[in-house]
């Protein structure tokens, strides 16, 4: 069944689109089930699931962390990992320098919708993070993530996503390098992919629920 999901999913965004097989619920025996199926990019949101998985999964897999970083978590995860989704304070991205080894690409969280529950940078902050990350040798901005509001109006969605993607344009016209959009799950990966998604992070659409 993950086989049949993940390639029809990667049939529906084509080869531009990175996809992220999000395991958080699902045990190891059913993540390497994925890696079988032809997926190479796992996403996880807790730490001890994050370390459960990496040393499980194949070298050649990428795992990305998709949750809130805590400062005083980064050194058990730092070096086993591909890409953060998640970056927001610059007291993570300095534990990223003390402790890493190799480079991290990250993605800066931004709060489109400004919801009060949400994590994230305001629109306008960004670049003033940036500024304060450039001369970081382990921490490698490679584009910006955001989630839309839990909501069935397909138009607020919609926003956020080409809210992201507006962003995103003018941020590169400073900074070049800030390339990649993670935004859209398994509940709105379409709006996502057609607002430029370049990374989207699917959990049951893929995984079963």
């Known amino acids: 069944m993950i086989k049949e999901n993940y390639e029809q999913i990667k049939n529906e965004v084509g080869d531009d689109v990175n996809i992220i097989a ?16 032809g997926v190479r990019h796992f996403g996880e949101n ?13 070298e050649d897999a990428e795992v990305h962390f998709i949750g809130t970083m805590q400062s005083r978590k980064v050194k058990e995860v730092i070096n086993d ?12 991205a300095k534990k990223i ?13 931004v709060n489109v919708s400004d919801e009060d529950a949400k994590h994230g940078l305001q629109p306008q902050e960004v670049q003033d993070f940036l500024m304060k990350l ?7 901005v490679i584009g910006l993530m955001t989630m839309a509001p839990h909501t ?19 941020v590169a016209e400073t900074y070049p390098d800030v ?3 993670s935004m859209g799950m398994s509940n709105d990966y379409p709006i996502a992919v057609k607002n430029g998604a ?3 992070r699917i959990g049951s659409k893929i995984m079963g629920s």
């Open 134 to 140: 450039k001369d970081y040798k382990y921490v490698k």
């Open 81 to 92: 990992l591909n890409y953060l989704h998640s970056l927001e304070r610059e007291s993570v």
């Open 22 to 37: 999000v395991t958080k619920y699902h045990t190891v025996e059913e993540t390497l089930k994925a890696y079988e199926a």
């Open 198 to 200: 370049t990374y989207i």
């Open 97 to 109: 320098e003390q402790a890493g080894q190799h480079v991290v690409n990250c993605f800066i969280q």
């Open 152 to 170: 069935e109006d397909s138009s607020v969605i919609e926003d956020t996503f080409s809210g992201l993607k507006s962003l995103q344009e003018k």
């Open 179 to 181: 390339t990649e959009l």
């Open 46 to 58: 807790r730490i001890e699931g994050f370390i459960e998985k990496r040393k499980a999964l194949p």
